[in-house]
């Protein structure tokens, strides 16, 4: 039963770049969640998908932007990227849309120079 | 606005003593709760879930306490082992917002042999 994968494990980006980031969730799972975790906290809910559409969206702007295919699987893209965008990203699948616990993968380390 | 927080960033135990970790959150509507390890280089790990409408939930080795008068949320830890030193998270999900969960900034958690 495989987990939460995400790809790719490492980037390195410079500032105004654009980055596409990769999930495929839980076995079972049909929600999507992004999370942003800066270094030394905990992280911080970018925004959801479940059934190909944005749910619920955190404070953050529109540079921050994804989708979700149907095979559930998910993308986060940045645009325009900023020093301040370098944190692990995290995805997190869950089942359906009621409170259900959240799995997550091991991120994606991205370093913006 | 409101938020989770946690008393304290970390605690140090003896292998085999009991360790509690606390977390305090301010919104009080809302109705579900998770505890989550973090390893370093690892995403989250799922540890156990509460809803509101509980005081206690056992799992294995763990328990996690729920006093919703005071809007405090523990994790205990039975005979901490090695394998136990990670940093902590506990996370709330807001009323109206499914899977969003809300994250304090942690606690580390370090067993001394």
């Known amino acids: 039963d495989a987990g939460v994968t995400q790809s790719p494990t490492h980037l390195i980006k410079t500032r105004g770049q654009q980055v596409t980031l990769r999930c495929s969730p839980k076995?079972?799972?049909?929600?999507v969640s992004w999370y942003q975790q800066a270094l030394g906290q905990g992280p911080q809910f970018i925004f959801q998908?479940?059934?190909?559409?944005e749910r619920q969206r955190g404070n953050f702007p529109d540079r921050f932007s994804g989708h979700q295919f149907p095979n559930y699987s998910s993308e986060l893209n940045v645009n325009a990227l900023l020093l301040g965008d370098s944190a692990l990203y995290l995805c997190?699948?869950?089942w359906g849309q009621g409170d259900q616990p959240q799995h997550f993968g091991d991120g994606t380390r991205l370093s913006i120079l | 606005g409101e938020s989770v927080g946690l008393h304290l960033p970390t605690l140090s135990v003896q292998e085999g003593d009991n360790s509690i970790i606390n977390c305090a959150y301010s919104?009080?509507?809302?109705?579900?709760f998770i505890w989550y390890k973090q390893e370093s280089g690892k995403g989250p790990q799922f540890i156990i879930d509460?809803?509101?409408?509980?005081d206690k939930r056992q799992g294995q080795r763990v328990t996690v306490l729920l006093n919703k008068t005071v809007k405090h949320l523990s994790l205990q830890i039975a005979a901490t082992q090695p394998g136990d030193s990670a940093v902590y998270f506990c996370?709330?999900?807001?009323?109206?917002?499914?899977?969003?969960?809300?994250f304090g900034a942690g606690t580390r958690l370090t067993v001394k042999p």
């Open positions: 997190a699948s869950s």
């Open positions: 919104n009080s509507a809302s109705d579900y």
């Open positions: 509460i809803r509101s409408n509980m």
């Open positions: 996370a709330e999900n807001p009323p109206l917002r499914n899977n969003d969960m809300r």
């Open positions: 076995s079972g799972h049909d929600t």
């Open positions: 998908y479940y059934e190909e559409e």
